[in-house]
């Protein structure tokens, strides 16, 4: 079992940044592939970013591409989303996920992880 726990976030205005950060129980490099996802009030959970379980791939979602900047320190266990620009339409809670992987590929639907974090708020003002 591998639990996961997000921290970072707050309350920032518009054209600042954050860094979440997503911290594992155990170790994740070699065996994990790691994504962030966020919901919004009202909206369905989204697709943020994903990285690779060795940090060589990464993938966005095409709003965030720019200004948001997903890695992992496997020596740490520990994920990072870097938000710069932000926007109040990136307002929502901020989930990491987690899963298993043997081909060091990305993974896009949070129906292909197993494990997720609790969330952390992201609130960004106009």
């Known amino acids: 079992q591998l639990q996961m726990v997000e921290s970072g976030g707050g309350l920032v205005q518009a054209g600042g940044s954050l860094r979440l950060s997503c911290a594992a129980s155990r170790r994740t490099s070699s065996y994990f592939a790691m994504g962030w996802f966020r919901q919004a009030p009202g909206k369905e959970r989204e697709f943020v970013a994903a990285?690779?379980?060795?940090?060589?791939?990464?993938v966005y979602l095409e709003s965030v591409k720019g200004r948001f900047t997903i890695s992992r320190d496997n020596a740490k266990n520990t994920v990072y989303l870097q938000m710069n620009s932000l926007k109040p339409e990136d307002t929502a809670v901020y989930y990491c996920a987690a899963r298993r992987d043997y081909s060091g590929s990305v993974y896009y639907t949070e129906y292909e992880y197993n494990y997720w974090g609790q969330g952390t708020q992201v609130t960004v003002s106009s």
């Open positions: 990285i690779s379980k060795s940090g060589g791939s990464t």
